[in-house]
Every structure is written in C-alpha cells, then in structure tokens.
C-alpha cells in the first residue's frame, strides 16, 4: 500500500511522519481515556458495587486482594498494573505502542460498562 502524492502510487514521507506524528498526539488522548475508564471508572464502579449493592467481585484476583487486604489495596494493585502498562508501551517500538493504551480503553471501558450495568440492574430489581 502506497499513499498517493498526485504524481502515482509512490509514498511520500512528509505524509506517512504527518500520520505517524498524528498517532504521538492521539496516543495523549488514549492515556487520559485509559486513565478514565481503567482506572477511574472501574475503581469508582466497583467501589459502588460492593459498598451500596449485594454484589461481589468475580475477578480472581481482585477478590483475593479485596478479601485479604481491602479496597486501598486495590488501588495500589491497580496502579501498579497502569505502571507496568506504561513500561510496556515505552519499551515498545513505536506506532505498534499506541496499542498499549488503546488496549487499556477497551478493557477500561468494557469493565466500567459492564459494572454499570449491574449496578443498575440490581438496583433496579
């Protein structure tokens, strides 16, 4: 695949670095959308959940870390995890990094949205 310049099918770099640069600027946007959904959103959710509905955590492992040490520690878990994520995506070779966050808003997302879910639903029933 080649990106037109008007004279073919040749690449022109000035186009493909404007696109890669592009990516650096919406990579930001990812983070904060990340920080909101993975992060944020599904503390505050699962916060919601356990402490005014008769919901549990299903997760494994934030079920052991809850049961064990509390919701404070959830926190530090997850902190620690967006702290490997962000490794990850510095160690990676760059546009394929932009995956990392990307990655973490979807998962964010999904959680915050399937927590939601319940919540209302069970608030609802």
Known sequence: MAVRDGQGARPTWARVESYLSEFTTRTD????????TYVVGDLVTTFVGLQYTPLTEIGPLPA????EFGFGALVVTK??????FVLL???????ASVGV??????????ITVWNIFL???ITLV
Do not use: C, H, K, N
Request: glycine residues 10%; aromatic residues 10%.
């Open 79 to 84: 902190l620690l995890f967006l702290g490997l």
């Open 101 to 110: 966050p990307l990655a973490l808003v979807i998962v964010g997302t999904g």
């Open 119 to 121: 919540i209302v639903g």
């Open 89 to 95: 995506w510095r160690v990676a070779p760059r546009p």
């Open 29 to 36: 946007e990812l983070w904060a959308y990340a920080l909101l």
């Open 64 to 67: 052991a870390i809850l049961s």
